[in-house]
């Protein structure tokens, strides 16, 4: 059970999210005083645990089989033939089939026009919880499918399950040879690929992403360089299991700033997270996910950095805090003709040990950035939270 907290001056609401029988359930606040305009707001809430991001593809993390492993909302047939999401646990196959055209190709303009498919749900009371999380495979960018890049890799499924459009064009791809040919494989998560990490005598070929000789030891006759590489750098590499990712604990509080009494009105709010039960030594960062980021494909719009830098560094207990103001997060829905309300949070898992800017990954979900909490303001205070531009 996910325990959600809503805090309004002197009065307390208490709201729970409950995880069972694969529902996802809430009960709203409803006794909010929405005349309390001028006095400052705090709205706390724990963040919700996942591995998924977008819908498409199902989850942000895969098992050993390459399938993907999602404790979310699972697209699923109701008994009225209507495709609706409910909340739950379970792996989905990799060769789920994705919304298809008329020919049969991808096409995610209505993302809820397929389900998942199920080969089992899980227990995670149980030994479930001892799977082994891996990173999602990938490439290449172009080809002759649907969807965006294709997740998983060509010939790991039967169809790209990638919805999105590319991650960060201004870094990937950089060429025909990139876009064509580029693919990566899934690794455990703790073994995803460092960039330049000298340890484990192979690199990667930049255009292909095909493992090479580094040729970079040094020693008596290498001359420029002999087979391999010298071993200068390491890492944690044993296993992270989905137990340990959904014991990670986050909890937002939202503060709102800045009242311009002429418009009667906030013109800011303060986001303030502190994070427990992280991995240690590890980079994540966090993402606003705004009203256009829902819209359908095409439309729909990246999230984006909720600061800059929006980046956390675990200390060695797992734990990290840190604190954001950002400018008119809540405006109402007749000025937001751009809709970048805030509509939640999600915080991601950079395995790669590496940020790219304003872009949460360098190549799709999943690849080398994973979903750890996924929250929606939907059903707590700040759905009603009000804020106006300077």
Request: glycine content about 8%; hydrophobic content about 35%.
């Amino acid at each position: 059970m996910k325990r959600l907290s809503i805090i309004l001056s002197t009065t307390i609401i208490s709201c729970s999210y409950v995880y069972a029988n694969n529902s996802h359930e809430y009960i709203s606040a409803t006794s909010l005083d929405s005349g309390l305009s001028a006095v400052h707001r705090v709205h706390q809430l724990s963040l919700t645990n996942s591995t998924q991001g977008p819908f498409w593809p199902p989850s942000e993390f895969m098992d050993q089989h390459g399938d993907f492993v999602l404790v979310g909302n699972i697209l699923a047939r109701s008994p009225d033939g209507q495709i609706l999401p409910r909340w739950g646990a379970a792996i989905i196959s990799k060769n789920t089939v994705p919304p298809l055209d008329i020919n049969g190709v991808e096409d995610f303009t209505n993302e809820f026009s397929a389900a998942y498919r199920v080969v089992r749900e899980l227990d995670l009371s149980g030994p479930d919880k001892d799977i082994e999380l891996f990173s999602v495979s990938f490439g290449p960018s172009n080809g002759n499918f649907g969807g965006g890049a294709r997740i998983p890799k060509l010939g790991n499924s039967t169809y790209n399950l990638n919805s999105g459009e590319r991650a960060c064009p201004e870094l990937f791809p950089t060429s025909a040879e990139q876009a064509d040919n580029y693919t990566k494989e899934s690794f455990a998560i703790n073994r995803v690929p460092i960039w330049g990490f000298q340890g484990d005598h192979i690199q990667y070929a930049a255009d292909s992403g095909l493992v090479e000789d580094p040729f970079d030891a040094t020693g008596p006759d290498c001359g420029e360089g002999c087979s391999g590489e010298n071993i200068v750098d390491s890492r944690d590499t044993s296993a992270y299991t989905l137990e340990q990712h959904l014991a990670a604990d986050g909890e937002l509080r939202v503060k709102l700033l800045d009242w311009n009494s002429q418009a009667n009105a906030y013109t800011a709010a303060r986001f303030t997270f502190k994070f427990t039960q992280l991995l240690p030594n590890r980079i994540y960062s966090i993402w606003a996910i705004r009203s256009n980021a829902m819209l359908p494909t095409p439309q729909t719009r990246r999230p984006d950095p909720l600061g800059l830098p929006n980046i956390i560094v675990t200390n060695k207990r797992g734990k990290a805090k840190i604190s954001f103001i950002v400018k008119n997060p809540f405006p109402l829905p007749e000025s937001d003709l751009s809709l970048n309300r805030i509509q939640g949070i999600a915080v991601g898992l950079n395995s790669s040990m590496q940020t790219w800017g304003a872009c949460a990954d360098r190549l799709g979900p999943g690849v080398t950035i994973h979903g750890v909490f996924n929250s929606m303001f939907w059903g707590t205070s700040l759905e009603n939270a009000h804020t106006i531009s300077h």
